[in-house]
């Protein structure tokens, strides 16, 4: 596609025949006459029409920011290519990919945040853009491994990249009749009463494995650091939970669901979310199921990982009448939902194990002022302390370390990102992270070696180095991700 003027490729009139479909981005000044070249060299292995490079149709009216989002989401993979002019100033001496509005920047932003694979190509020398050097909502593109297409080596060079093009297209179908094959044997084997339903699912299933096949593309290393290859973040995007593994191109869809809360991982690696007022689990092997049923608002779900208790909280009510703060409820669901301890819930919102599961943190009012602090009480109810007694400043969103001898917490700021980090045993905050990019965040999550620190922003993910020695890295950049879950997968 050109940067020259507002456009994307047309999505092909069939969209249910099994194609492959590429997009190729550049930008005309840069590489317009590279760009035919190679998108005649793909025409002839995959087709002509299933290989875009400039604008085909865009409805009369229709926004081209909606025509570039409906265009990335049909193509299966983006070429984008870059040359030694790619980042230079436009004709006001500011760089195009600054521009909110600039079609590359959208491009790549689309492709990233709906996990098209993104393969650059560096045209005659030029070199791959840091992730310092690019807006924050495409700055994971500098991740991305890059080929080279070098015009003194121009066929050969095509030539690898078409191979390369063949594998991740023989890979994709594989995959897909792989896992149809077995959807198909599982309805086989499924009661006749329960085949309708059954082949509902698997149409469902069959939809979402077209999304996923494209899951494992990329080489052994993290591709999202200090996410490392063996670890996942689960977190809300949308109306959906997402899932990004460490070793994975770009994140996955897990449900269909509209969580509006945390989420958290079992220790057997089912996830629990908040969706409709209840609390649910989610499971390979089965439809999801409701922990709680009473649709009283639960939320903010956190799982004790040795026995799948799971703390959440019931919001007061607009009449200031309700079961409200902190209960527990069985990841089993052998018993309903039950406060801590006995007697009444323990007033608070937003729970959080210790790693050795016998305490629990959490936020809430220290009077009527409304202010949010943080306290912790032992797994019944007893004990209840506040974190920072001497502290008058507001703290929210607590996250117990790996270690259990650290809180870290949010501390609101209009001046930029902040978050707080305390001991049980001590009134003070140490160390007291602040930066200015990004410049509001929210959250946050340790990582499971209890080295960095996730917090969401509204441009994405990003990892925070607890002794402060690094500024932060965008560990992934998506549009007002929210509620995260950092661990380390089994087996």
């Known amino acids: ?181 077995d959807l198909r044997d599982g309805l086989r084997r499924a009661p006749r009463a329960a085949a309708p339903i059954a082949l509902v699912v698997v149409l469902l299933l069959a939809a979402l494995v077209a999304v996923l096949v494209l899951r494992g593309v990329a080489g052994d290393g993290a591709l999202h650091p200090p996410l490392a290859a063996d670890e996942t973040i689960a977190f809300v995007s949308g109306n959906r939970v997402m899932i990004l593994d460490g070793d994975a191109e770009a994140p996955l869809p897990l449900t269909v669901a509209d969580p509006s809360e945390s989420v958290d991982w079992t220790a057997d690696g089912r996830l629990v979310y908040s969706d409709g007022g209840n609390l649910w689990i989610s499971d390979p092997d089965e439809k999801p199921q409701p922990l709680t049923t009473a649709r009283l608002g639960d939320g903010h779900p956190s799982v004790r990982k040795d026995d799948g208790l799971v703390a959440f909280n019931r919001p007061e009510g607009s009449d200031g009448k309700c079961p409200c703060g902190i209960w527990l409820v069985p990841a089993d669901r052998s018993t309903e939902p039950y406060p801590p301890g006995e007697g009444e819930p323990i007033p608070g919102v937003a729970p959080d194990w210790s790693s050795d599961g016998r305490r629990i943190a959490y936020q809430r009012r220290r009077d009527e002022s409304g202010d949010q602090h943080i306290w912790f009480m032992d797994e019944d109810g007893q004990n209840q302390r506040e974190l920072l007694p001497s502290s008058n400043e507001t703290a929210m969103f607590p996250a117990w370390a790996p270690s259990g001898n650290r809180i870290a917490f949010w501390l609101p ?55 402060g020695t690094e500024d932060p890295q965008l560990l992934l950049g998506i549009e007002n991700p929210r509620s995260l879950s950092w661990v380390r997968r089994r087996g």
């Open 413 to 467: 700021d209009e001046s930029g990102c902040r978050i707080g980090i305390a001991r049980p045993d001590q009134d003070g905050i140490e160390p007291d992270l602040r930066f200015e990019t990004p410049a509001t965040c929210s959250g946050p999550e340790w990582s499971p070696d209890g080295r960095y620190l996730a917090v969401t922003a509204p441009d994405g993910i990003w990892a925070i180095r607890v002794d």
């Open 1 to 181: 596609m050109t940067a020259g003027g507002p456009g994307a490729p047309a999505a092909p009139a069939a969209a249910t025949q099994r194609t492959f479909r590429i997009v190729i981005s550049y930008r005309r000044a840069d590489t317009g006459g590279d760009a035919r070249s190679l998108a005649e060299a793909l025409e002839r292995r995959f087709g002509d029409e299933n290989v875009f490079l400039d604008i085909e149709a865009i409805e009369p009216g229709e926004p081209f920011d909606q025509a570039i989002d409906r265009a990335v989401a049909a193509s299966d993979v983006m070429l984008v290519l870059i040359g030694r002019h790619w980042m230079t100033p436009d004709e006001q001496g500011r760089r195009r990919i600054d521009n909110p509005d600039d079609v590359v920047r959208m491009e790549l932003r689309s492709a990233l945040q709906r996990g098209v694979l993104v393969i650059p190509l560096l045209v005659e020398d030029a070199k791959m853009p840091s992730q310092q050097e690019l807006p924050p909502d495409v700055a994971a593109f500098s991740k991305r491994n890059a080929e080279e297409l070098r015009r003194t080596k121009w066929k050969s060079d095509v030539e690898s990249l078409v191979d390369e093009l063949v594998r991740v297209r023989r890979k994709k179908f594989g995959s897909l009749r792989g896992r149809l094959a």
